[in-house]
Structure formats: C-alpha cells, structure tokens
C-alpha cells in the first residue's frame, strides 16, 4: 500500500537547468510534507517542507509546489549543479492533534544525476 | 551545527543474537524516531518517543523490538532476537516539532543478521 509514490526512479538533468521531482500521494489525512536528499552511505538530510495551508515554498535553488486538489507535489531546483546528484524523497505526516510524535511516511526516491 | 549521532556504523550479528542499536539525538529535541530501510526499498517507521514513552508505532515494530532513553542523551532501539530479514540500516531520528515536523536523521547503522 504505497501512500506516498514517487513514479520516476531516476531523472537525468543538465547542469544549469532545472530539476522537476514529481510526488503523489493517496492519503487526504496527510498534511504536512517533506523533502529529503539522501548520499550512499548516509542519512537523509531534510530540504525542504511545506504545510497544506500554503501551496509553495521556497528555499534559494529550491522550490517546493503542493497542489492538494491533485494530491502532488512537486521539488524544482533551480539552477541544477553537480552536488545535487542523489536520491530525493518525498515524505508525509498527518497533524496529530492529540499531540505526540507522527513518523514521517516516505516515497521509494527518485535518483537525480546532474550531467556536467 | 548539532547532528544526531549513532553507534555502531555496522553490527554483524548471528541469527537469534540481540542486538541494541544506539542512537544521541539533538540535545534539545523533544521526539525521537527509529526508521529502517531494506536494501533496495524505502525508509520505514519503526517507532516514535515522546517524555519517555512509545507514542506510535507501525506494524513492523512487535514484540521482538523495543526502544528506551536510559539517560538524558541516548536512544536505543533493541532487537531480541534477530532475524535474516531484520537485515537493514537503522536510522534514528529527532525533532523539535514546535512549527512542523522535520525530522533529523542520522547516519544509519548497517546490521547483518547472519
């Protein structure tokens, strides 16, 4: 049951250009978002999040864009360099209004190659 | 900048051996994860932490698992007995969870289960 679905294993782009990770998700309770990049051997490291009461985000080269009536989001990065080849997940979490600690549910990851 | 630490990077171990897995999270964080990714697959919950006590966990976390803060920095998560398909990294993870829920992960630790 994949609540969360990236559809692009992997996605080759040109330095300079812009890189357009895609994300899909089937759960509506889900409102809050992330984006983590992952290098072998590591642990993800968070990018960047956005909350379903905003429909965009931005950080420098990076742009998060959800789209709730579609259930998608999407990460551009902007310009695309070298140091951003690796594997990207999506990741989502219901608000838990009871309080407490929700655990994030991840996409499979989509592979960024950045081509010099 | 403060990071989330585990111990070991890599843990052999014989099928039916307990491992524990440890884990240092962000000195002023207040919830703590376990996650775990078969090679190959995605990043799974395992379990979450919150003021010394399981506030959820997935299907994956039964009996053989358990988590404790036996101190104010450490995180463990403990197998009881372990079997080949426990074989994966574990990340630990943290957050603050006052403005939204980004977790922090660490590197991961590799267990083989022989």
């Known amino acids: 049951d994949q609540q969360v679905k990236q559809n692009s294993p992997s996605l080759s782009v040109q330095e300079g250009r812009i890189s357009i990770l895609n994300c899909d998700y089937t759960?509506?309770?889900?409102?809050?978002f992330l984006w983590y990049k992952k290098y072998p051997a590591e642990g993800p490291t968070f990018l960047i999040s956005i909350s379903s009461i905003k429909d965009k985000n931005e950080d420098g080269r990076f742009t998060v864009f959800l789209n709730k009536s579609a259930k998608h989001l999407s990460l551009h990065i902007v310009p695309s360099q070298p140091g951003d080849s690796a594997v990207y997940f999506c990741?989502?979490?219901?608000?838990?209004?009871?309080?407490?600690?929700?655990?994030?549910?991840f996409g499979k990851g989509t592979h960024l190659i950045i081509q010099p | 900048e403060p990071e989330v630490t585990q111990t070991p990077s890599h843990q052999v171990t014989q099928m039916g051996q307990e491992v524990i897995l440890r884990c240092v999270p962000i000195?002023?964080?207040?919830?703590f994860y376990w996650y775990r990714q078969i090679l190959g697959q995605k990043v799974e919950f395992l379990v979450s932490f919150y003021n010394n006590e399981i506030s959820e966990k997935s299907e994956i976390f039964d009996d053989q698992f358990s988590v404790e803060r036996p101190d104010g920095s450490n995180f463990t998560l403990k197998i009881r007995s372990t079997k080949l398909e426990d074989s994966a990294m574990y990340f630990c993870?943290?957050?603050?969870?006052?403005?939204?829920?980004?977790?922090?992960f660490g590197p991961g630790t590799r267990l083989t289960v022989l």
């Open positions: 759960n509506s309770m889900f409102d809050y």
């Open positions: 000195s002023n964080h207040l919830y």
């Open positions: 990741a989502a979490s219901e608000q838990y209004s009871g309080g407490g600690a929700d655990g994030l549910t």
């Open positions: 993870a943290s957050t603050l969870q006052t403005t939204g829920n980004e977790q922090f």
